[in-house]
């Protein structure tokens, strides 16, 4: 339970579980109603944060890493290894998402 509430990692929890509320809304209320096209904005807008904004913090704190001594660095928490997500994490999550979201809608009534 612990590691969903972390950033970074395959595959992307965050999406995932945005994803799959939100097609489980389309699967339930149906994919032309206003509360399924917000829903897929904001799932938009995570996938795009998760790849492009948290990815590029991952990237700059690699390079920190190699250019800047340990000691310099040293946090109270350390400098987390992850922030972000490749794209792939971020499709694995979509996938997983998808699979939930169809799970859910055949199992619960």
């Given at each position: 339970?612990r590691?969903?509430l ?27 109603t206003?509360l399924?096209?917000?829903?897929a904005v904001?799932t938009?807008i ?7 904004v948290?990815g590029?913090?991952?990237t700059?704190?690699?390079l ?10 040293e946090?109270?928490d350390?400098?987390p290894s992850?922030v ?7 499709f ?8 939930v979201a169809?799970l859910?809608?055949?199992i619960?009534p």
């Amino acid at each position: 339970m612990r590691d969903i509430l972390k950033s970074g990692g395959m595959p992307s929890s965050h999406t995932a579980a945005v994803a799959s509320m939100t097609l489980l809304g389309g699967l339930r209320e149906g994919f032309d109603t206003s509360l399924f096209a917000l829903s897929a904005v904001f799932t938009a807008i995570i996938a795009h944060d998760a790849i492009k904004v948290r990815g590029s913090i991952s990237t700059i704190i690699k390079l920190l890493r190699r250019t800047i001594p340990p000691d310099i660095l040293e946090m109270e928490d350390g400098l987390p290894s992850t922030v972000g997500h490749t794209f792939g994490e971020v499709f694995v999550g979509l996938v997983l998402a998808v699979a939930v979201a169809f799970l859910c809608h055949w199992i619960l009534p």
